[in-house]
């Protein structure tokens, strides 16, 4: 049985984003009801190389959570889930995901990520590899592949599936596009239809409309058909309360029952530097919280102003102390109010 229901939100895994202390905060705001580490390397993993342990950190709620490996081979893929087994129970994640998606060029290269989207046949081998080996959830997460061409995602998805997945994520962008055009969700709805094992649904979903389109309580391009969930990744950043929103919407409280709910944004990003400085390593925190920030900062008035200034900021005070002096300057910007 999958740990998440129908109609679920789940955070996507991004790379210097999602990592523990991400993890936390969106906790803390009414989070995800299941969420994805950053990809980590098997190989790496394998070897034990520094910080893998931190890739792979699936708390605070590890039950929740699955871990996400790229691989170059089945055997290192093996490999990584049977030490991953070996965790502390408290430390156990629920799942373990496959990285079929990724298409940066040091991924990919070396025969990562979007390397393995062209022939069926090996990636279905490294599906069977990770299932012997893991005994809990098991995901892969796709893109459309190298082209248009439906049947073949089709029957790269009905391969990977019947190898043992419990369910499969779908960006609907082509490996070349990256975040070029729309992710086609007609391709997800098509796809849910198509395949064996629970589908979900993952690129540019921001808004309480497209939500229920993709879970077909509004007919969309689709007609009535539905995905089983949904995945949010750039907008968890931008909005971290995003989950809560979605999910207060979806709920159609009706106005009697709904109360109106105050975020403050600079105690937001206030709190993702203390909850850096706890969970992550010092190498790490400063990279991180410019990349949190990059998107964060998109919401705000003079976005482009204190994005420059947190980016540049040379340290984590410094950074703390020029996005809470934005607010002193752009008071307007600090409270968000929404009904909950
Ligand atoms: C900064 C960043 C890092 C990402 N890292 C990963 C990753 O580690 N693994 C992965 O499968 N996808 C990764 N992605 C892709 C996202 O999981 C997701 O598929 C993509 O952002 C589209 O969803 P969105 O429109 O909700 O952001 C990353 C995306 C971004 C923006």
């Known amino acids: 049985m999958l740990p998440f229901s129908k109609g679920s939100l789940l955070l996507a895994p991004m790379v210097g984003i999602t990592n523990r202390a991400f993890r936390t905060l969106l906790g803390e705001l009414g989070g995800p009801d299941y969420a994805f580490t950053e990809m980590a390397s098997a190989e790496a993993y394998v070897s034990r190389a520094p910080f893998e342990s931190v890739y792979t950190d699936s708390k605070p709620r590890p039950e929740r959570t699955s871990v996400q490996f790229y691989a ?38 070396k025969g990562g990520g979007s390397a393995w989207s062209s022939d069926p046949a090996p990636a279905a081998e490294l599906v069977a590899a990770a299932r012997a080996a893991w005994p809990g959830i098991l995901s892969a997460k796709v893109r459309m592949g190298p082209d248009d061409d439906y049947h073949r995602l089709r029957g790269f998805c009905e391969g990977i599936a019947g190898e043992g997945l419990d369910f499969l994520c779908i960006h609907p962008r082509r490996d070349d596009q990256k975040f070029r055009g729309k992710a086609r969700h007609e391709i997800s709805l098509r796809l849910a239809q198509d395949i064996s094992i629970p589908l979900v649904a993952n690129g540019d979903i921001v ?37 809560a929103l979605l999910r207060a919407s979806a709920s159609a409280l009706t106005p009697a029952s709904s109360t109106d709910r105050s975020i403050d944004r600079l105690e937001v990003g206030l709190r993702f530097l203390a909850l850096a400085k706890l969970y992550l390593p010092e190498a790490w925190r400063l990279e991180s919280a410019r990349r949190f920030f990059s998107y964060y900062c998109e919401q705000f008035s003079f976005a482009h102003h204190i994005k420059y200034k947190t980016m540049n900021s040379p340290s984590l005070d410094i950074m703390a102390e020029n996005f809470r002096s934005y607010f002193e300057q752009v008071p307007q910007d600090r409270y968000l109010l929404f009904s909950h």
């Open 72 to 109: 170059r081979s089945a055997g290192s893929l093996a490999d990584a889930c049977a030490r991953l087994r070996n965790n502390p129970p408290e430390e156990l994640p629920a799942g373990v995901d496959i990285n079929f998606g990724c298409s940066a060029p040091h991924i990919r290269g």
């Open 207 to 243: 808004s309480p409309g497209q939500l229920s389109m993709l879970m077909g309580t509004r007919t969309g391009p689709g007609g009535s058909k539905s995905v089983y969930a949904a995945m949010i990744g750039r907008e968890a950043v931008r909005r971290p309360w995003i989950f």
